[in-house]
């Protein structure tokens, strides 16, 4: 199964930025799929997640009220609307892909998802 993301780039604070993470393959129905983000020297750090069967949606705080997860099952694809970015936004964004189901707080943890995409940059400037 391969995750393809796209959608970063540079953007100025306030600004609006849309990730896409498209799977080659129909794999998460049972499952769920996440964004989280890398700066330099930090640990992966979760940002949102999605159930995909029931389309239920969970967020880190520092994104919360900014950010909206989404998914479009026809495309399996996973979306990251996200707002008002701030320049503490900027890392490298990767979406991830876990095919079974699991209890809730397993979502916010990277060992919990099976396949990863390959990372998009975002840049928000003050």
């Known amino acids: 199964v391969q995750l393809q993301a796209s959608g970063g780039g540079s953007v100025q604070a306030g600004g609006f930025l849309r990730l896409s993470c498209a799977a080659s393959?129909?794999?998460?129905?049972?499952?769920?799929m996440g964004w989280f983000r890398q700066i330099p020297g930090k640990e992966r750090e979760f940002v949102a997640a999605?159930?995909?069967?029931?389309?239920?949606?969970h967020y880190a705080n520092s994104v919360k009220g900014r950010f909206t997860i989404s998914r479009d099952s026809a495309k399996n694809t996973v979306y990251l609307q996200m707002n008002f970015l701030k320049p503490e936004d900027t890392a490298v964004y990767y979406c991830?892909?876990?095919?079974?189901?699991?209890?809730?707080?397993?979502?916010?943890?990277?060992?919990?998802?099976?396949?990863w995409g390959q990372g998009t940059h975002v840049t928000v400037s003050s």
């Open positions: 991830a892909g876990r095919e079974e189901s699991t209890i809730v707080g397993r979502l916010f943890t990277p060992s919990s998802y099976n396949y």
């Open positions: 999605i159930i995909w069967s029931r389309g239920s949606t």
């Open positions: 393959e129909r794999t998460f129905s049972s499952g769920a």
